[in-house]
């Protein structure tokens, strides 16, 4: 939409104070912010709302429009509730630079404009969209008139007699043709992903061919055309989580050329597909930025209830009831440490914040997802739960969430990356998002904390004290397990004492002589004898509930 529409629409409540010969310029995009530097959430094209919370003095309005400019922002509007009027030095800035200026009167929330621009976007967009994708189905003569992914397959089987079907690089069915038989099952898909991923990782050029039991798979990667032209000059691990791959039952390995390019045209038709789920998700990438922004700027819950309010519609179409909401925060690190993580592990939650059992390329369309550096934020909406559940029991579950996609990440990560998420309960008001925000994050660092090249941690793992023990530094954890254990395995070496058993089954059974004693099979002065020298050795009292701790956590850590 152009900035001219905005005027012309009353309800929005906008007046021009200056820029009337820039009012063609696109809208793309609409951002609330108070910051004094917004750049590093802004990709250009927007129109920034603001209240002017910012605003010091008369010396601030300068910089603040010179940012926005340098970001390529379509345009600025200014709330009147906060000054009463839009202040003439911001009037001036906006004028020495070029960038359009409004005045929002104070009668008109700014929920109302974002959703209105969002509306407006979404629409333009999608028929853009549809534009590109007839140009393309007219450009490729292979091609089908229209459907998606699947008619593109169904080609494949009714003209070729190839059985072939689109997943995820986490190995989620994306597409298949009807043709094609029964579905792929979920196991199958996973190690089709592997495979994929793990060639990906070493450089070889597709396809790549896959023997499972007594079939042969010939893996050739869909990659997005948008700006991914020069694939060659891009650091694969830029896209390996993120490109799709189909998946052909045949051994492409003595296919003439003639075929081999049909296939990578139906991979570029596939690719239109991409493009349009990656367009369609700026909108809701957008509204995640914007939430999280508010949330970690400390905004009044009432200014993020209204954002949520704008982005609920967007995510659950349809949704009757207030959703309650989830966040997920994960960090992909790679072992060098020379590629800004934020944006893959952005792309890796959009594809594995969905059902493994849910077909197709819209599921995927129900998350709103914001980096920003090495982290993604997943701002994930859930049906309101019934009045007598609270809702902690509802939504993701970390465990769960990675169980069928840790294979096919893995192989991706290959032996220099990691990928680290952390879940919060739900939350079912704005009040609630600060906070499940930190959960979510201290999650991720409990699951940094364990070994393996894909872990996660839910809020349900976050009441145990034994979770700290992991984040306490390697020399102090021997030097601690040192002080108070190694008297007592040097004493078991020379004696066959067993102390270090009898210490942790005194310890499990919470100091009781009786239950203990039972458990080893010994007479209780006997275990006394065995306390008594524990203590001797140490110099520590096993009746004092300190020493039992300082005893529980070495055991724990050794």
Known sequence: MRLRALLDTDALGLRLLGGEDELDRTVRGVMTTDLRDPSRYLSGGELVLTGLAWRRDAADAEPFVRILVQAGVAALAAGEAELG????????????????????????????????????????RAGDLAAVVERHRRMMTSGPAGGGPDVVLDLLGSDLDLRAWVLSPAGRLIAGSKTAGPALQAD?????????????????????????????????????SGGRSAQGSRDVRETVLSDWLLAVEADAGDWPEERLDLLQGVTQLISVERDRRDAARTVRRRLAQEVLELVQTGAAPAEIAAR???????????????????????????????????PVAQSLLEEILVDPLATGPEPSDRIAVAHTDDEAIALVPLPAVSSEHDGSEAGIIAD??????????SAGLDDDGRVTLGVSASVHSAEGLRGALEEARHARRVAAARPGRVCAA?????????LLLPFVPDDVRRAFTARLLDPLRDYDRRHRAELIPT????????????????????????????????????????????????????????
């Open 85 to 124: 009027a839009v202040p003439d030095d911001l009037v001036v800035a906006c004028a020495r630079h070029r960038l359009p200026l409004f005045a929002v009167h104070e009668s008109v929330a700014f929920a109302t404009i974002t959703e209105h621009v969002v509306r407006q976007v979404s629409g333009e």
């Open 503 to 558: 210490l942790e089954a005194f310890l499990d059974c919470d100091g009781s002589w009786t239950r203990c004693a039972t458990r080893l099979h010994l007479h209780v002065n006997t275990l006394r004898y065995r306390v008594g020298r524990i203590e001797q050795l140490t110099s520590r009292d096993l009746s004092r509930l300190e020493d039992k701790l300082d005893f529980f956590l070495a055991l724990r850590m050794s």
């Open 188 to 224: 199958v898909c996973a190690k089709l992903a592997a495979e994929h991923l793990a060639a990906v990782r070493t450089g070889r050029r597709g396809p790549h061919r896959v023997l499972l039991g007594s079939t042969t798979y010939s893996l050739f990667p869909v990659r997005s």
């Open 400 to 409: 769960l969430l990675l169980e069928s996609v840790r294979a096919p990440l």
């Open 458 to 466: 839910g809020h349900q793992e976050l009441a145990s004290h034994v």
């Open 308 to 342: 949520l309010r704008v982005a609920a519609p967007v995510l659950l179409p349809g949704l009757g009831a207030a959703p309650h909401w989830q966040l997920v925060v994960a960090r992909v690190e790679w072992q060098d440490g020379d590629l800004e993580g934020g």
